[in-house]
């Protein structure tokens, strides 16, 4: 079964500072791994998804997050915090193979963005 | 439209009532998805269609869950005899075939009394 834990429900940045959300993730075939940020009353929206090409993917607002298959990990990363990137995180999953669309979500991280 | 969307944005219904939850999705887009966020949590699947038909309803918690795509396109959520425990946000989504990149509408929020 496919399954993601992320570790850190709320996470407190000063802006400036580097942003690391950790994400690992348990799949029974290659996985495809995605990063969805949700801002207050709005829909998720993907930042970033990994699909089997390159291991260090980047995304959209300057993030980025690396696979790492010998950690099942897809930690994201941003260098630099704004106070824009307040918002909730949630790491995903896809399904096994005669289910792609089956995303599996982690409990989500709560970013906290302070000046 | 641009985006999906779902009405209605917020639904209030007593315990043991029927609720009927709609989504349009992003038009030309063949895959559908159902998922329901409790607070506090991710998202967790319910069902997702593939044109018309149900391709995995797995995620459906019980039988007091259904969900019909009548014609490739508008879907609507429906739960029977609802419990305080239905009480989330329904989330719908949809993609270009069963692997693409999901989009999601803002949900709906029902609160079961």
């Known amino acids: 079964a496919q399954s993601v834990t992320q570790l850190g429900s709320h996470v407190s940045v000063s802006e400036g500072a580097l942003v690391l959300l950790r994400c690992n993730y348990s799949s029974s075939v290659p996985p495809y791994l995605f990063w969805y940020v949700q801002y207050p009353n709005q829909g998720l929206q993907l930042l970033l998804k990994y699909t089997s090409a390159a291991t260090l993917v980047k995304g959209i607002n300057g993030f980025e997050a690396e696979f790492k298959k010998s950690e099942t990990s897809f930690h994201l990363t941003k260098p630099s915090a704004h106070m824009s990137d307040a918002a909730e995180y949630f790491c995903a999953v896809s399904g096994t193979t005669d289910s792609w669309g089956k995303l599996q979500f982690g409990a989500g991280t709560q970013v906290v963005v302070t000046p | 439209g641009a985006g999906v969307s779902q009405t209605p944005s917020n639904k209030v219904t007593e315990k043991g009532k029927y609720v009927e939850l709609r989504c349009d999705p992003i038009?030309?887009?063949?895959?559908l998805y159902w998922y329901r966020q409790s607070l506090g949590q991710g998202p967790e699947f319910l069902i997702y269609?593939?044109?018309?038909?149900?391709?995995?309803d797995s995620g459906l918690p019980n039988d007091r869950f259904f969900a019909v795509r009548p014609e490739g396109s508008v879907s609507t959520l429906k739960i029977q005899r609802t419990e305080r425990g239905d009480s989330a946000v329904y989330l719908c989504?949809?993609?270009?075939?069963?692997?693409?990149?999901?989009?999601f509408g803002p949900g709906t929020r029902l609160t079961v009394l």
């Open positions: 038009s030309g887009h063949t895959a």
């Open positions: 269609f593939q044109g018309t038909g149900a391709a995995d």
């Open positions: 989504a949809s993609s270009q075939g069963g692997a693409g990149e999901q989009f």
